[in-house]
């Protein structure tokens, strides 16, 4: 069983376009997270969300909004690609977002986007 | 700002012989520390944490990390390399999400580690 699943697996774009990519966990968690992964393979994270609620917003570009329809489910979009988006995003969820993050985070096996 | 420093970016062993994986941290807090390991084309995975309590912690697949308050380090090490464990390891710290309450991870920039037969 597949814990946290991410679809699409690859998407390779051109630059301009609107691109949604989906995040589904089955784990019963409340906190989900977006991060991103550079080619330089740097991770930080993006978004997190809580019950539905976006409670870390990172400094990212107006053109990625998150959107969490449902506590398992939290799908980025991102409208305008651009070069510099080319990267692995990576979903990811725990149990509860508290400050010490004592609940492990669970990844996703991540979205490669190529934008070109 | 907290933050965590990996020293050294490829780190290559023979197979049988002595992993150790460098971390430093910064904090001026008593920080919380992990560390994940990324198999290729995989998400990141939980090998272990420091929160409190013992210094030495234990995690999965045999790996260990020290936490050396006095060094500001938590080095990743394993006693006998495998082949299996070739992977990019990153270790992270807990930091404030600014303006929030929440904690977030923090990663270092991530080691290479290659297991030669």
């Known amino acids: 069983d597949t814990a946290v699943s991410q679809t699409p697996k690859y998407l390779v774009t051109q630059m301009g376009n609107d691109k949604s990519i989906k995040c589904e966990q089955n784990?019963?968690?409340?906190?989900m997270y977006w991060y991103k992964q550079d080619s330089k393979k740097f991770l930080k994270i993006m978004f997190s969300?809580?019950?539905?609620?976006?409670?870390i917003n990172e400094t990212v570009p107006n053109r990625f909004s998150p959107k969490s329809p449902d506590k398992a489910h939290l799908n980025l979009h991102i409208n305008s690609l651009e070069l510099g988006d080319s990267a692995v995003y990576f979903c990811?969820?725990?149990?509860?977002?508290?400050?010490?993050?004592?609940?492990?985070?669970?990844f996703g096996p991540g979205t490669r986007l190529t934008v070109t | 700002a907290q933050s965590v420093t990996q020293l050294g970016s490829h780190v290559s062993v023979s197979e049988g012989a002595l992993v150790l994986l460098r971390c430093n941290y910064s904090?001026?807090?008593?920080?919380?520390l992990f560390w994940y390991v990324q198999y290729p084309n995989q998400g990141l995975q939980l090998l272990l944490k420091?929160?409190?309590?013992?210094?030495l912690v234990k995690g999965i697949n045999g790996f260990e990390a020290e936490f050396k308050k006095s060094e500001t380090s938590f080095h990743l090490t394993k006693p006998s390399a495998h082949m299996s464990d070739a992977a990019e390891y990153f270790c992270?710290?807990?930091?404030?999400?600014?303006?929030?309450?929440?904690?977030?991870?923090?990663f270092g920039q991530g080691t290479i580690l290659t297991v030669h037969p």
């Open positions: 990811a969820s725990s149990q509860d977002p508290g400050f010490y993050l004592i609940y492990e985070q669970y």
């Open positions: 784990l019963g968690h409340d906190t």
């Open positions: 969300y809580n019950n539905k609620e976006l409670i």
């Open positions: 904090s001026s807090v008593p920080p919380y």
């Open positions: 420091y929160t409190t309590g013992a210094t």
């Open positions: 992270a710290v807990i930091t404030n999400a600014g303006g929030t309450s929440y904690g977030k991870l923090t």
